[in-house]
């Protein structure tokens, strides 16, 4: 009944950007918070950004000044710029959120995109 589509990975050189997309469809009444977690190869997944549906953002010590978390709500869509990416950066990175549907708040992932920062 809804899903999180992520956009917007690939690869990229070290200190480019990329900027990610996800998109919530189907029954969406309105939706909370939106989280941007990654998940490095062979490493656990971590919280790396997230932005409330006020616009209150927070990111991960690893992330700060150099990514942005953004949100139209209009679109349902929650974007991450990534800017100065580093090989560190190198992950899965998947759309989190928490999303009124059927008079229900309910947890929701994203299939995830890869990112890949290299030379």
């Not at 190869?41 to 992330?63: C, F, H, M, W």
Request: hydrophobic residues 35%; aromatic residues 10%.
């Amino acid at each position: 009944q809804v899903q999180l589509v992520e956009s917007g990975g690939g690869l990229a050189q070290p200190g480019g950007s990329l900027r990610l997309s996800c998109a919530a469809s189907g029954s969406v009444f309105a939706i909370e918070s939106m989280h941007w977690y990654r998940q490095p190869p062979g490493k656990q997944r971590e919280v790396a950004a997230t932005i409330t549906r006020l616009g209150s953002t927070n990111y991960a010590d690893s992330v700060k000044g150099r990514f942005i978390i953004s949100r139209d709500n209009a679109k349902n869509t929650v974007y991450l710029q990534m800017n100065s990416l580093q090989p560190v950066d190198t992950a899965d990175y998947f759309c989190n959120a928490d999303i009124w549907n059927g008079g229900r708040l309910s947890n929701y992932w994203g299939q995830g995109t890869q990112v890949t920062v290299s030379s």
